[in-house]
């Protein structure tokens, strides 16, 4: 019977120099391994979000854009009607009583 004691398995490197072996534990290996694919996957997950988020302001930009483009239109139809009236009433509409009495010239 021989007396090795176990341990985790491992792989046993060749010799490196006279005084220096390699060996890698087959656990910590697995567990590297898993932390390396962990990172990866939440780096992609987090570009890919990135990237949509991006995509999104874009496109809300754009609305906004077109909105206030909208709203732009809409308010300079508004003072041009708004200046038309106030043209009509400074014609038409005087409240100064000593000019009642006047006719209006055309």
């Known amino acids: 019977m021989s007396e090795e004691v176990k341990t985790a398995r491992s792989y046993r490197g060749a010799v490196v120099d006279d005084n220096a072996i390699v060996s890698i534990n087959i656990r910590w290996l697995g567990q590297i391994l898993i932390l390396v694919g962990t990172l990866v996957y939440g780096y992609y997950r987090i570009e890919t979000r990135l990237g949509t988020l991006e995509t999104d302001l874009a496109d809300a930009n754009e609305r906004i854009g077109d909105l206030l483009n909208k709203h732009i239109l809409e308010e300079r139809a508004e003072r041009e009607e708004l200046s ?7 014609k038409e509409f005087n409240i100064n009583p000593l000019s009642w009495g006047k006719k209006r010239r055309k």
């Not at 038309?84 to 400074?90: A, G, H, M, R, V």
């Open 84 to 90: 038309k009236k106030i043209t009509f009433y400074e």
